[in-house]
């Protein structure tokens, strides 16, 4: 109980000390209107909660839900793949390397032309934000498993299918969670700008409508959302991972 009350403090002190200076730039600067208090932004937000806040929040999780799930499933089958096979490696990796470095916003105006408005574009950048860094780390992980372990199993009569799933997948687990952490971060972001130029609903699109009215706490609404979410996300699949792989957490 006293871990977790402290770990509570841990939290809100910071978040305390930010709204506090927030408060104090927003009384000192010239146009209140360009930078609302957090007061009138939480207003702000309690009236956009009875509104249609919710809806693009499920919106933007939608989206990003489903381009990250295509892009763990792709990321990790093929990293997984090339880990186990240089040969797959070596002709898998040098396109990857190619398209790596492009960030999914240079991709918006092509996916608009192949997609269309919608979801459709939008589940392909969260998809391209998302695999490169699921498909890195999983390889990676994959990849520096010491031969001494494959060949103790061997010796000790493990078939292909042990070495796979009782050797190379477990402990190759938890860089295969920091994949997935960074890649869901990066998708999150990939929605939302997809939403700001290709959407009719989500976060995104609800920042961009606000902006043009000159709506700024509104504006700064849809960020907070944009980070409560992204937050709680990120916990989701903290807990996956300390479930699966609870030999980690007591390392840590």
């Known amino acids: 109980m006293h871990r977790r009350f402290q770990k509570l403090l841990y939290f809100l002190i910071p978040v305390i000390l930010f709204l506090i200076i927030w408060h104090v730039f927003s009384l000192t600067f010239s146009n209140s209107q360009l930078l609302p208090s957090p007061i009138v932004v939480f207003e702000t937000l309690a009236d956009s909660l009875k509104e249609d806040l919710l809806k693009d929040v499920i919106a933007s999780v939608q989206r990003v839900v489903i381009g990250f799930l295509v892009a763990a499933i792709l990321g990790i089958f093929l990293g997984m793949l090339s880990g186990m096979n240089i040969l797959i490696s070596r002709l898998v990796s040098p396109i990857l390397e190619l398209l790596r470095p492009i960030p999914p916003i240079a991709w918006i105006p092509l996916a608009i032309l192949w997609f269309g408005l919608g979801n459709n574009p939008a589940y392909f950048l969260v998809f391209l934000g998302a695999f490169f860094p699921i498909f890195t780390n999983t ?41 997935l952490k960074v890649g869901l971060g990066i998708g999150w972001m990939a929605v939302i700008t997809a939403e700001l130029v290709g959407a009719q609903s989500g976060l995104g699109y609800m920042i961009q409508m606000n902006r043009v009215l000159l709506n700024v706490p509104k504006v700064i609404v849809g960020m907070v959302a944009i980070g409560i979410v992204g937050f709680l996300l990120n916990i989701l699949i903290v807990k996956i991972e300390h479930k699966l792989i609870p030999w980690h957490k007591k390392l840590n």
């Open 139 to 179: 390889y990676f992980g994959m990849s520096t498993i010491e031969e001494n372990y494959k060949r103790a199993a061997y010796s000790l009569g493990a078939t292909k299918k042990k070495i796979i799933f009782d050797i190379l997948l477990p402990a190759s687990l938890p860089h295969m969670f920091v994949g």
